[in-house]
Structures are given as C-alpha cells and as structure tokens.
C-alpha cells in the first residue's frame, strides 16, 4: 500500500499490510480549506472547535475498517501524542505525520510496519508506548 506525500502528489512510503487488515488514512492532504494563506484542516478539534493542527496525516491498520477509520480521525486530533493509547488496544498501530521545522516528520507505533521507500523518505521514528497522561 501506498500513503502519499499529505503535501504533495508523490509516495511517501510504502507499507506491507498483513492480509485480513484494514487501512485508513486521515488528515488535511486532500481535505482542506485555505483560508488567509493558511492550510486548514477539515477534521475539528472537539476541545477547542477549531481544525485540528496536531498531525499533517495519520495512517492506521486496524481488525476492521471502522476501528482504523475512528482511530485515524482520534489521532489526527491528538498527534504522535496519542499513539500512547495504542498500547490498550490489540491490533491497531499507526502512523503520525507531523510538521516539523521546514519538513515532515513520521511517529510509528512499535507494531506498525516499517516503511520502504526512497532515500529521501524521512527517517521514521518509533514512539513509547506508555499510556499518555491527560
């Protein structure tokens, strides 16, 4: 499978997903509204009412479509910050892109596949898996 660059039209990465798995990809790449020269995602932060800031894009695997579709929306909201809570759940990991500085930046749960792709794909990141303090 195949997540594309959430700010451009390249492959970002490639991943192997086991077969039986579902896939679901969030974030404000193809979504989005730019509104005085800024990118404004289309998933709402419930806490503040505004688009969500925290990721750039969020892939998910999960048993089924709805828990990864549900997980890619919560963690587009949270960020790499909210790939703690992955440590209660059997069978969901993910992948958190991020701004960072001038580029982008991907935060891995330990389960999630290692992605392939091109030497100038950003070096990957695994997060701790300790549950995430409010």
Same mark, same amino acid.
């Given at each position: 499978? @195949? $997540?594309?660059? =959430? @700010?451009?039209? #390249? $492959? %970002? &990465?490639r991943l192997a997903v086991p077969g039986g798995r579902a896939v679901c990809t969030s974030g404000h790449g193809q979504r989005f509204v730019?509104? &005085?020269g800024r /990118?404004?995602?289309?998933?709402v932060d419930p806490r503040s009412g505004w688009p969500t800031r925290a990721s750039v894009s969020v892939t998910v695997i999960a048993p089924s479509a709805v828990e990864a579709d549900a997980w890619a929306t919560a963690l587009a909201v949270e960020g790499a910050a909210g790939l703690g809570r992955l440590a209660e759940v059997r069978g $969901?990991?993910?992948m $958190?892109? @991020? *701004?960072a500085g001038e580029g982008l930046v991907a935060r891995l749960s330990s389960g999630f =596949? @290692? =992605? /392939?792709?091109e030497e100038d794909f950003p070096a %990957? *990141? #695994?997060?701790d /898996? *300790? =549950?995430v303090r409010p």
């Open positions: 499978m @195949e $997540v594309l660059d =959430p @700010e451009g039209e #390249r $492959v %970002w &990465a730019t509104i &005085a /990118r404004l995602s289309h998933i $969901v990991e993910a $958190v892109i @991020e *701004s =596949p @290692e =992605p /392939r792709g %990957w *990141s #695994r997060e /898996r *300790s =549950p």
